[in-house]
């Protein structure tokens, strides 16, 4: 029998790779390594790399492997999930890898301009029924530009329609370049994807389990640039019609903004 969520966060409490910071931490006590993570915790000026809602961490774990040397931060509010992550990293004395947990609403308090280079967000909820919860969003981005480079790497991996559609809608309505995407990542051919990309070479036991029920997995490579304001698009998009993984469509409509 797996552990519990009580034992999981007393772990976590002792790992030195875990930084537990939830809206009711960061009110009362200031995230002194906002701008220092190079200097406080990596040791090193190597790229940090962060994934968004990063569940059980296996793809902040599978890049830090593949990359040693790049620093790479795993966020989620989650902590019993992030347990599982933290813990394999522990194990295998990977020093490129911490995990956050905290709310990505408030992601820009931890990390100061120019500070990070590449974000993923991996198969992140959908948030059909709130544009303003959907990590792609403009009010998202804004946030990403505090501390993401001018011009640094945002990659998209969701097994939804709606918001691969949506992305791809904020894109062309604020003309950000895009350096790849794909509505089908493990078609038979895949145009301009190397072989080795751990876009397709890295899954999570959710998208296995996706990819199982024959739904295709999406996947966006886009830079933002600092210069422009941002616009949310105002269009109508298409529901998903199956019910992603634990996720329930709650709305009776067939489109939503």
């Known amino acids: 029998m797996g552990k519990g969520k009580l034992a999981k966060f007393a772990d976590m409490a002792t790992y030195e790779n875990v930084f537990q910071y939830?809206?009711?931490?960061?009110?009362?006590?200031?995230?002194?390594?906002?701008?220092?993570w190079h200097e406080d915790y990596f040791h090193n000026d190597n790229p940090i790399v962060l994934e968004l809602g990063c569940g059980k961490g296996e793809y902040t774990v599978e890049l830090a492997k593949r990359y040693p040397d790049m620093n790479f931060i795993?966020?989620?509010?989650?902590?019993?999930?992030?347990?599982?992550?933290?813990t394999q990293a522990v194990n295998e004395g990977l020093k490129n890898v911490a995990f956050l947990r905290t709310?990505?609403?408030?992601?820009?308090?931890?990390?100061?301009?120019?500070?990070?280079?590449?974000?993923?967000?991996?198969?992140?909820?959908?948030?059909?029924?709130n544009p303003r919860k959907r990590l792609t969003s403009t009010f998202f981005m804004e946030r990403y530009r505090r501390f993401l480079v001018d011009r640094g790497t945002i990659h998209?991996?969701?097994?939804?329609?709606?918001?691969?559609?949506?992305?791809?809608y904020v894109v062309e309505t604020n003309h950000l370049p895009v350096i790849f995407k794909t509505p089908d990542l493990y078609a038979p051919v895949v145009s301009g994807l190397p072989a080795d990309s751990v876009a397709s070479s890295i899954?999570?036991?959710?998208?296995?389990?996706?990819?199982?029920?024959?739904?295709?997995?999406?996947?966006?490579?886009?830079?933002?640039?600092?210069?422009?304001?941002?616009?949310?698009?105002?269009?109508?998009?298409?529901?998903?019609?199956?019910?992603?993984?634990?996720?329930?469509?709650?709305?009776?409509?067939?489109?939503?903004k």
Do not use: C
């Open 22 to 36: 939830p809206y009711s931490v960061v009110e009362h006590v200031p995230f002194e390594m906002q701008g220092k």
């Open 74 to 86: 795993g966020v989620d509010i989650k902590g019993a999930r992030m347990w599982t992550g933290a």
């Open 103 to 129: 709310h990505i609403e408030i992601i820009d308090r931890f990390f100061s301009q120019d500070e990070v280079q590449e974000i993923w967000l991996t198969f992140s909820d959908p948030q059909m029924k």
């Open 156 to 168: 998209l991996k969701t097994d939804s329609n709606f918001l691969f559609t949506y992305t791809n």
């Open 203 to 256: 899954q999570t036991y959710y998208e296995k389990m996706w990819l199982e029920r024959g739904i295709s997995i999406k996947y966006l490579q886009m830079q933002l640039p600092h210069e422009g304001e941002l616009v949310e698009p105002d269009v109508e998009i298409e529901l998903d019609e199956y019910r992603s993984y634990k996720r329930d469509k709650r709305s009776p409509k067939t489109t939503a």
